[in-house]
């Protein structure tokens, strides 16, 4: 009992100034937990835009085939083509032209192409994204 008396009497509280800085730092934590939470369920809601050039074919008829394969969530517009730095026209399919999520498509690029040299061929959505590959034709 007597023990039980001093461990009272010697018993000291936090005082008050701790505890406001100890619950504003717990109600920091809690909140960036919170926001980063939101934050990512947020980003499974928009759609990404994201295209993979699978394979391009240097055809003998002056032509560049290249499959494009949209790997995003939404569909993308294919607003533009290039080929080392220069626009070009696709033969097929004209322009703008839609591609949906987890589709692919074929353009026919035209070109005069040179067997070893090296061709950036390039493709720009209707959101200005840029998705770019190189490649070199056989010899």
Do not use: C, D, H
């Amino acid at each position: 009992m007597k023990t039980l008396r001093k461990i009272r009497k010697n018993a000291k509280a936090l005082s008050p100034v701790v505890a406001s800085i100890i619950l504003i730092a717990v109600t920091v934590a809690v909140s960036i937990a919170v926001a980063a939470w939101m934050g990512a369920l947020t980003v499974g809601f928009m759609g990404t835009e994201q295209v993979e050039m699978r394979t391009i074919t240097f055809n003998s008829n002056s032509t560049v085939s290249v499959v494009l394969r949209n790997t995003g969530t939404s569909a993308v517009t294919i607003q533009e083509t290039w080929i080392n730095s220069a626009q070009v026209t696709p033969n097929s399919p004209t322009l703008p032209a839609a591609i949906n999520a987890n589709a692919e498509a074929t353009y026919n690029l035209p070109l005069v192409w040179t067997a070893g040299n090296n061709y950036q061929i390039k493709v720009v959505t209707a959101k200005g994204n840029p998705f770019m590959k190189n490649a070199i034709p056989p010899t």
